[in-house]
């Protein structure tokens, strides 16, 4: 069974702070996502990442793929109030666009 | 760029009836949809793919007469529930693949349809 697991589900982070949400999955796949998801409301595409060694950035996150290690990552950066949310990874092993979510991870900036 | 409406973005309904949600793309064509759903503070599962011209596949576990999905034209797919029962209240969201060159991946979500059964 393909699992797509994150680490870790919840994070509280001061604002200011650096941190690294993790994202292992359990086969092979080239194609990753990172989506963003506000309480009660639908998705917001973030990065695709479509090759090994992918990096994308856009603002304080940054993301970046590793397919050997079957690993994604997503980096953020002095971290503001503005980026609390819950953090998706998902991957789409058959190229089917078909996604596979992994569990979440909910971000709390504080001041 | 593309985008996905869903309709409608929320819907209260009695035990025993039927909802039916609606997802459209835009300003492109999708001849596949995918439907996921979400439970509170879960992440989502895909149910189903919808086809236009043919039968939706559904994923295992997913009752294909509960959840009747039909993809009447190339930006019109439907997700009707139908005897909806308390466990089935949860968050609808729908995707599509945009085709358009160059081919980036990318996948476009709609809004979402919160389905709340009493």
């Known amino acids: 069974e393909l699992k797509v697991e994150q680490n870790p589900l919840f994070l509280s982070m001061q604002e200011g702070k650096n941190y690294t949400i993790y994202c292992n999955y359990s086969?092979?796949?080239?194609?990753l996502y990172w989506y963003r998801q506000d309480p009660g409301k639908s998705l917001e595409s973030l990065f695709v990442?479509?090759?090994?060694?992918a990096v994308k950035q856009e603002g304080r996150l940054m993301a970046s793929l590793d397919t050997k290690a079957r690993l994604s990552t997503l980096h953020i950066t002095a971290a503001v109030h503005d980026l609390s949310a819950t953090y998706f990874c998902?991957?789409?092993?058959?190229?089917?666009?078909?996604?596979?979510f992994g569990t979440g991870t909910r971000l709390q900036v504080f001041p | 760029g593309a985008v996905v409406s869903q309709h409608p973005s929320w819907v209260i309904c009695k035990s025993g009836t039927s909802v039916k949600i609606e997802c459209r793309s835009l300003d492109f064509q999708a001849t596949t949809m995918f439907w996921y759903r979400q439970f509170p503070k879960q992440s989502l599962m895909l149910m189903a793919t919808?086809?236009?011209?043919?039968?939706?596949?559904?994923e295992q576990g997913v009752e294909k007469d509960k959840f009747l999905i039909n993809h009447a034209s190339l930006t019109l797919s439907t997700l009707t529930v139908t005897s909806a029962h308390p466990e089935d209240s949860s968050f609808y969201i729908c995707?599509?693949?945009?085709?358009?060159?160059?081919?980036?991946?990318?996948?476009?979500f709609g809004e979402g349809s919160r389905l709340t059964v009493l």
């Open positions: 995707s599509a693949p945009a085709r358009e060159a160059p081919n980036t991946g990318e996948l476009f």
């Open positions: 086969t092979t796949s080239d194609r």
């Open positions: 919808s086809n236009e011209g043919s039968k939706a596949t559904y």
């Open positions: 998902a991957v789409d092993p058959r190229r089917t666009d078909k996604l596979i």
């Open positions: 990442l479509l090759s090994n060694g």
